[in-house]
């Protein structure tokens, strides 16, 4: 049996603040990235000075009282404010382009519960925002391993975008297993592992899961967060399906717990 669930329940992430930097009347863009956030565990404000080290127009990650992170709001905007779904399923959003900034990656390790369509128009986006940049740091690697969830294999295909990536990472030596409920063989197209069933882990989980190469859980000992957030280095996203088209999960670049997470499928599917 799977059990992505306990580590979800793990999480202990300090309190975090997205602190906008604002140099006139409170813009758009500053209630379209509060209400992204509404009723998560990070907090959306309006610095009242500015902050050392985070420059203008742009928006600052606090954690414990520390400034963390920061990155020009117009990258929040071409990330994730100013688009929707459809960029990624389409392929509109191209593969390159999957970059996050820094205030978002630096949000790891923190529990986040999510809608989707149409209970919510934006919540979900998150989610895939951080799966696709997950994919982009496998086909940069060109190697290791890739283990992707889409509760129906047939997504693969259906979604042009998607299937676009994995044809992508298909062309690289990363080794690339793909998980569902079996409704298509996406084997029979592309260069991938697929692993077909139902209900646990099939049904009900949303994982995307990279590890390089020479990756172990020893690598973090002594690695600092910009080690663990580099390009290159593994990475994870973890989500579950609590009810219909509601979700709960995280991501983290923790080589520990990539490679705990890893194996914990490898094991399990």
Same mark, same amino acid.
């Given at each position: 049996?799977?059990?992505?669930?306990?580590?979800?329940?793990?999480?202990?992430?300090?309190?975090?603040?997205?602190?906008?930097?604002?140099?006139?009347?409170?813009?758009?863009?500053?209630?379209?990235?509060?209400? +992204?956030?509404?009723?998560?565990?990070?907090?959306?404000?309006?610095?009242?000075?500015?902050?050392?080290?985070?420059?203008?127009?742009?928006?600052?990650?606090?954690?414990?009282?520390?400034? !963390?992170?920061?990155?020009?709001?117009?990258?929040?905007?071409?990330?994730?404010?100013?688009?929707?779904?459809? +960029?990624?399923?389409?392929?509109?959003?191209?593969?390159?382009?999957?970059?996050?900034?820094?205030?978002?990656?630096?949000?790891?390790?923190?529990?986040?519960?999510?809608?989707?369509? =149409?209970?919510?128009?934006?919540?979900?986006?998150? +989610?895939?925002?951080?799966?696709?940049?997950?994919?982009?740091?496998?086909?940069?690697?060109?190697?290791?391993?890739?283990?992707?969830?889409?509760?129906?294999?047939?997504?693969?295909?259906?979604?042009?975008?998607?299937?676009?990536?994995?044809?992508?990472?298909?062309?690289?030596?990363?080794? !690339?297993?793909?998980?569902?409920? =079996?409704?298509?063989?996406?084997?029979?197209?592309? =260069? !991938?592992?697929?692993?077909?069933?139902?209900?646990?882990?099939?049904?009900?989980?949303?994982?995307?899961?990279?590890?390089?190469?020479?990756?172990?859980?020893?690598?973090?000992?002594?690695?600092?967060?910009?080690?663990?957030?580099?390009?290159?280095?593994?990475?994870?996203?973890?989500?579950?399906?609590?009810?219909?088209?509601?979700?709960?999960?995280?991501?983290?670049?923790?080589?520990? +717990?990539?490679?705990?997470?890893?194996?914990?499928?490898?094991?399990?599917?």
């Amino acid at each position: 049996m799977l059990t992505l669930r306990r580590y979800i329940d793990r999480l202990n992430a300090p309190p975090r603040t997205l602190a906008v930097l604002e140099r006139g009347p409170e813009e758009p863009t500053h209630r379209m990235l509060a209400g +992204l956030f509404d009723e998560q565990a990070v907090e959306v404000e309006v610095a009242t000075t500015d902050l050392p080290d985070a420059g203008g127009d742009a928006v600052a990650l606090i954690e414990d009282g520390d400034l !963390v992170a920061s990155s020009p709001m117009a990258d929040l905007e071409e990330a994730i404010l100013f688009v929707n779904s459809d +960029l990624y399923t389409t392929g509109t959003r191209k593969l390159a382009d999957a970059d996050l900034p820094e205030v978002l990656t630096r949000l790891s390790d923190a529990r986040f519960s999510l809608r989707g369509y =149409p209970l919510a128009h934006k919540e979900k986006l998150l +989610l895939i925002a951080v799966s696709r940049q997950i994919e982009l740091r496998a086909y940069r690697a060109g190697s290791g391993t890739l283990r992707s969830s889409f509760q129906r294999l047939s997504r693969i295909e259906d979604e042009q975008g998607t299937r676009r990536v994995y044809e992508a990472l298909g062309s690289t030596d990363v080794d !690339v297993h793909v998980y569902g409920e =079996p409704d298509a063989n996406p084997a029979a197209s592309m =260069p !991938v592992t697929v692993h077909e069933g139902y209900g646990d882990g099939y049904s009900d989980s949303w994982f995307v899961v990279f590890r390089p190469d020479g990756a172990s859980g020893a690598d973090a000992a002594g690695a600092t967060d910009a080690d663990a957030e580099r390009d290159d280095g593994g990475a994870a996203l973890v989500a579950l399906e609590t009810s219909p088209r509601v979700w709960e999960g995280f991501w983290t670049y923790r080589p520990d +717990l990539v490679a705990d997470i890893d194996r914990t499928i490898r094991e399990s599917l």
